[in-house]
């Protein structure tokens, strides 16, 4: 069993910088990859970036490379998403999830309660 614990949303201006922490426990967290998605009102949740379980492999949407970047400190069971140059459209709850280095939600076992990111223009 993991349990997974988003911190660090909040709102920001265009152009600006967010961490997102996912603090994680469970016997199996470092063994999983940790994959970031996000809703928007109205939309589907959408994936935006994967790292694998010993951190050398991550994956980014195209929406998100070369802005976005994840990591992780197994050591401190915490996987983080430093968010740069936002933009409004990144306006979104974010979500962690433990579960395979996969691009698709429901693929992934266990999920935070998410945070929420806004972005103004």
């Known amino acids: 069993q993991v349990q997974l614990v988003e911190s660090g949303g909040g709102l920001v201006q265009a152009g600006g910088s967010l961490r997102l922490s996912c603090a994680a426990s469970g016997r199996t967290f470092i063994t999983n990859a940790v994959g970031w998605f996000r809703q928007a009102p109205g939309k589907e949740r959408e994936f935006v970036a994967v790292?694998?379980?010993?951190?050398?492999?991550?994956y980014y949407a195209d929406s998100v490379k070369g802005r976005f970047t994840t990591s992780r400190d197994n050591a401190k069971n915490m996987v983080y998403l430093q968010m740069n140059s936002l933009k409004p459209e990144d306006t979104a709850v974010y979500y962690c999830?433990?579960?395979?280095?996969?691009?698709?939600?429901?693929?992934?076992?266990?999920w935070g309660q998410g945070t929420q990111v806004t972005v103004s223009s």
């Open positions: 999830a433990a579960g395979p280095f996969a691009v698709e939600p429901t693929g992934f076992a266990y």
């Open positions: 790292i694998s379980w010993r951190g050398g492999g991550t």
